[in-house]
């Protein structure tokens, strides 16, 4: 009577297996690794390319690796030991950067899974480690959006003075104040045609006439709508320029991702110089828009290293030198905007550069004069200028709107737009969280937090057993499941797991035991009041499972009440907690059942269960 | 092995107002000691900086101290964290400091002064808005986890129900923090997740106990309510014991191998624990009695719902 129909029974099997596998490549640990990625924004990883670069690098040197993985944005090589490890980084770092003052790329040491191939390839990873356990850096980044806005209205300000010049409207005068652009006028009939020319130019600013004494003014503010949207582009672009300047200080798995309308987490595992990270997320890149010195035999002249006066010579994108002139025509904080697009007329991947009021004017003159010449346009980072793009003029371009097109595949354009956006953060940042875990206490966290588990499971498993019997072993079996799939399922989500979500194991494993508790008190009851043993066993699970789930459902609730209001380590433990609430219902009922259902589940006539003493009042 | 050899139903119900009593004057004083005392709130709520600094050889606290009163930080709090080689020190957020910048600077002041050399353990940073968003975070999370087993209990039970389990559980949550009121403990993040996951734990218990109390009035007529009671908790004690007992060792598990950060959070789930044995059993049944529960409400529970499916 008390067993499973077969798919049942398979069922547990195939879940337990899946448990089983998907926990392996925890026991694997970690073996030391080389990642190489790319350190400039301008350089993109070719996977096999560099692949074979590595190869050949690691076989000059006479080092043996244990296999190289790429991925979309690294490769990385894992080695033996450590010895190996810090030798090949050595050997790398001379093949992939000759010049050791301008790094190229990333190399950094790493820590790769040592779990076989087939595990990885199934998506069978190991446990992603919090920093409070594998020590780093962690950073909350405040943007502040107001600044963002406030930028938006200065380069509107220049906008609309340009505009009321263009139209030939009299206004004495525009200017920010606060959070809205004033423009005043000295009668009305200019107030009504400076209302109708701003509103036919934007559609992203609120305009409200007044007056101010003897003066009429229109106060133009930006429309929610607007303001959301450079919201957006501001948190956008900072973490895209994040990306960047973190690449520099060589961290293997950078996390960098937004977290609520105007924060972003930056999670530096391993980096122990915070002083130097601050710097580099602190600090400012700047575009020069530079023209190209073509006079003839000056390029020639500086090649063989007699560099004109007032001159710098750079490399293209494609490797050919270019010689520049110094005088900066253009700087970044005249671009508003980059974004990737099509050629209107020949469908040509292009770049669309966006310049505000006063850069426009610049570049109006400045194409004006010099058609069919070249201009480059240069990401200055740490003083050192690189050239992103060096378009030829073709003719004069007015409005602040720039289109730079020809010989460009469209993922080039998207690179470049990338870059000329990544010069700059859209809006001020300022660190308003900083958690810092040095390796050893991240290690130290690590054994503390295996260790209470592990002893008290122990302990647990001793009680069960002598007070139970064959019953707290399968409890005792029911529960070791539910570690096992609880670890499954988080290493599966690759959720993150904190010293807060390893009490959360350890809590919620203590708490899992109380539905087996239940489940074998209620049998003890039925024997009491003088069940047969099999029907005991059919009643006790049958009864206790409404309790069960009563009780794991009021769990469930704080659980989930945690994960919603809860950041930092309180978010590590809920995840842990309602995942665990979850298996444990499974491991707890069906499990369990299963393993009772196969032991007692044939024998028709059964006498007596393992249950440990059952004691009855009247037998006394 | 059995532990719990209990012949007759023990009178629970008669000493309920004793019971009562009892918590009403722990929870009283709990209250007194929030209000006079307050809770030592960590940094993650105050904002400010937390080091931890860590020494081969015991250093002098008053020397670290001086030290760092001569670079600004007279409001510094210096102590030892776990052994005489760690160090703990505490710098609350100031008007017009460059936050940021605080443990460099500590860290550089350390390194200056003679002796063995510190290494950085453990720095926390939590900017002046943070914290603020993290106690009404708190907040919320409760009235969140109060009103949805209110919500359940209600539904699956009866409203006198869910309000006498939620108020007997409200009050395990207002001792414990009594407790880290009256003791100074540091009560952090991890110890607010304790608190709330107690108060889901403790429903539990009081579930399994009006479980059984559902159960006794459909089967067992001709008994007067206290009796109900004292048979439901009675039949369940055994249990409840013993899983307690088992989430207890895990918990003392933590408490003894865990280390420091997770010290105060299991001291929190003891607390909880113990004291979420004695309300459910003892404080939400005589509360489930006062506020009238009687037989006649579940037979027409089971009425309705049949009207209901039909």
Redesign the interface.
């Known amino acids: 009577m008390n067993r499973y129909p077969l798919w049942k029974n398979i069922l547990i099997g195939i879940v337990m297996l899946w448990g089983l596998i998907y926990t392996l490549p925890n026991f694997y640990g970690e073996v030391p690794a080389v990642q190489v990625s790319s350190g400039k924004a301008t350089l993109k990883i070719d996977a096999a390319a560099t692949t074979r670069r590595l190869e050949e690098s690691l076989s000059t040197a006479g080092i043996q690796h244990d296999g190289l993985f790429a991925d979309l944005t690294s490769v990385r090589a894992r080695f033996r030991d450590t010895d190996t490890q810090l030798k090949a980084k050595d050997a790398i770092e001379k093949a992939f950067n000759p010049d050791a003052t301008d790094p190229s790329y990333v190399v950094a040491l790493n820590l790769l899974s040592a779990s076989p191939q087939w595990l990885t390839n199934i998506g069978a990873l190991p446990m992603y480690l919090g920093l409070d356990l594998r020590g780093g850096v962690h950073f909350l980044l405040q943007v502040d959006m107001k600044g963002a806005v406030t930028k938006r209205l200065d380069a509107t300000t220049g906008d609309l003075r340009t505009l009321m010049r263009d139209k030939n409207v009299r206004h004495a005068g525009i200017s920010r104040e606060g959070q809205s652009v004033v423009i005043r006028f000295r009668d009305v009939e200019s107030q009504a045609r400076g209302r109708a020319v701003i509103s036919t130019s934007s559609n992203d600013l609120q305009l409200v006439e007044g007056q101010d004494g003897a003066d009429f003014k229109i106060t133009a503010t930006l429309t929610p709508m607007a303001q959301k949207t450079i919201q957006e582009f501001a948190i956008k672009q900072n973490i895209t320029t994040l990306h960047n300047r973190i690449n520099e200080l060589g961290v293997a798995e950078p996390v960098i991702q937004q977290q609520g309308l105007d924060r972003i987490v930056v999670q530096l595992p391993g980096v122990q110089d915070v002083a130097k990270a601050k710097d580099i997320l602190g600090r400012t890149a700047t575009l020069e828009i530079r023209m190209v010195d073509e006079t003839p035999g000056a390029l020639e002249a500086a090649m063989t290293g007699a560099i004109p006066a007032g001159t710098e010579l750079y490399n293209e994108r494609g490797g050919r030198p270019l010689l520049v002139k110094k005088q900066v025509v253009l700087t970044g904080e005249r671009l508003t905007d980059a974004q990737p697009g099509f050629d209107g007329q020949t469908q040509e991947a292009a770049v669309h550069l966006t310049l505000d009021a006063a850069g426009a004017r610049i570049f109006k003159d400045v194409t004006r004069e010099n058609i069919n010449k070249r201009m480059a346009i240069l990401l200055i980072e740490k003083g050192k200028g690189e050239v992103v793009t060096a378009p030829v003029i073709r003719g004069e371009i007015g409005g602040g709107r720039v289109q730079i097109s020809g010989r460009m595949s469209s993922e080039e354009a998207t690179d470049t737009a990338l870059l000329l956006r990544a010069g700059s953060l859209a809006a001020p940042m300022e660190i308003i969280e900083e958690r810092t875990i040095g390796p050893s206490l991240g290690a130290e966290n690590i054994s503390k937090g295996f260790h209470s588990t592990l002893w008290g499971f122990v302990a647990i498993g001793v009680f069960m057993c002598l007070y139970y019997m064959l019953f707290g072993l399968v409890s005792v079996i029911a529960l070791a499941s539910n570690l096992l799939l609880l670890v499954a399922l988080l290493s599966l989500l690759q959720a993150t797991l904190t010293l807060p979500g390893i009490a959360a194991i350890a809590l919620t494993l203590g708490m899992a035991i109380d539905a087996n508790v239940l489940i074998n008190e209620r049998i003890r009851e039925e024997l009491r009041n003088g069940s047969s043993p099999q029907a005991a066993i059919a009643t006790g699970y049958d009864r206790a499972f409404d309790t069960i789930l009563d009780s794991n459902v009021t769990t469930l609730i704080a659980g989930v009440a945690l994960l919603v209001f809860g950041s930092g380590p309180v978010r590590g433990f809920a995840v842990v907690h309602c995942l665990g609430i979850l298996t444990s219902m499974f491991s707890a009922i069906l499990v369990s059942r299963g393993l009772v259902n196969l032991i007692y589940g044939r024998k028709r006539k059964l006498e007596k269960l393992a249950i440990g003493q059952i004691w009855k009042a009247d037998a006394n | 092995?059995?532990f719990f050899?209990?012949?007759k139903d023990i009178p629970f119900m008669k000493h309920a107002l004793v019971f009562n009593v009892i918590s009403l004057v722990t929870f009283l004083l709990a209250v007194f000691f929030l209000a006079t005392k307050g809770l030592h709130f960590s940094v993650?709520f105050t904002g400010g900086t937390l080091m931890?600094v860590?020494y081969t050889e015991a250093p002098q606290l008053e020397k670290i101290r001086d030290s760092l009163g001569k670079e600004g930080y007279q409001d510094a709090q210096v102590q030892n964290f776990g052994s005489a080689r760690d160090v703990l020190i505490r710098l609350p957020n100031r008007e017009g400091m460059e936050?940021?910048?605080v443990?460099?600077k500590v860290m550089a002041s350390l390194n200056a002064l003679e002796g063995p050399k510190p290494?950085?353990?453990?720095?926390?940073?939590?900017?002046p808005?943070?914290g603020k968003e993290?106690a009404s975070?708190?907040a919320?999370?409760?009235l969140?986890?109060i009103g949805?087993?209110v919500l359940?209990?209600a539904m699956?039970f009866e409203w006198r129900f869910a309000v006498s389990a939620i108020i007997a559980n409200l009050h395990d949550v207002i001792i414990i923090l009594g407790f880290f009121a009256l003791f100074q403990w540091e009560f952090?993040?991890?110890v607010?997740?304790a608190t709330?996951?107690v108060?889901?734990?403790s429903?539990?218990?009081s579930?399994?106990v009006f479980?059984r109390v559902r159960e006794t009035f459909k089967k067992k007529r001709g008994l007067t309510t206290p009796q109900v009671l004292d048979h439901a908790i009675t039949?369940?004690i055994?249990?409840t014991i013993?899983?307690h007992?088992?989430?207890?060792?895990?918990?003392?598990?933590?408490l003894?191998?865990?280390?420091e950060?997770?010290y105060y959070?299991?001291l929190a789930?003891t607390i909880g624990i113990c004291f979420g044995i004695y309300s459910s059993v003892l404080v939400a049944s005589p509360l489930v009695m006062w506020l009238g529960v009687s037989r006649e409400q579940f037979m027409q529970v089971k009425k309705e719902k049949q009207e209901i499916v039909v």
């Open positions: 092995m059995e050899r209990i012949r993650e931890e860590s936050t940021g910048k443990s460099e290494e950085m353990r453990r720095v926390e940073f939590v900017g808005q943070v993290l975070d708190g919320m999370a409760l969140l986890v949805g087993i359940y209990l699956r952090s993040l991890p607010l997740a709330l996951a108060l889901g734990y429903v539990n218990e579930v399994v479980d039949s369940t055994s249990r013993i899983t007992g088992s989430t207890q060792i895990m918990v003392l598990s933590m003894l191998f865990g280390g950060t997770l959070f299991s789930l």
